[in-house]
């Protein structure tokens, strides 16, 4: 529970204070806390295009962490070890086309999956949205 309030603190803290419509940043900033039955999952973003995901769960859960097109070919693919407690990743995705992608993350049978669009920018930062 204190981990969940602190990932709770730690997401409203680097939460952007912008006047931007909500899921649509110059900048990766979509930031998420799951909480399911014996887990807590945390999406944030940052450093302009990198996503970081933290699963905190039960022991003997398994966790299946994919990236995916929308053609459905799993560009990445990870599992956590059934006695990990904490697993954490930080995904770069400075190097993926400009496209639709899904992330998905399987915690035991429960199944989450977000929606990636990446968009070419104007400026310097190209734009990403993560849509539940």
Request: overall charge positive; aromatic content about 10%; glycine content about 6%.
């Amino acid at each position: 529970m204190k981990t969940f309030l602190f990932i709770c603190f730690y997401v409203w803290l680097i939460s952007p204070a912008t006047g931007q419509q909500p899921g649509h940043y110059g900048l990766i900033s979509a930031n998420e806390a799951i909480q399911g039955d014996g887990y807590v999952v945390s999406i944030m973003s940052w450093d302009r295009q990198k996503i970081e995901l933290t699963v905190e769960k039960k022991s003997g859960v398994s966790v299946a962490i994919r990236l995916r097109t929308m053609e459905r070919q799993v560009l990445f693919h990870d599992n956590a070890g059934w006695p990990d407690l904490l697993y954490r990743r930080v995904l770069n995705v400075s190097q993926l086309e400009s496209g639709h992608y899904w992330l998905e993350i399987q915690v035991g049978k429960q199944l989450i999956r977000r929606e990636l669009l990446i968009e070419p920018a104007e400026q310097m930062y190209r734009s990403l949205t993560i849509r539940k």
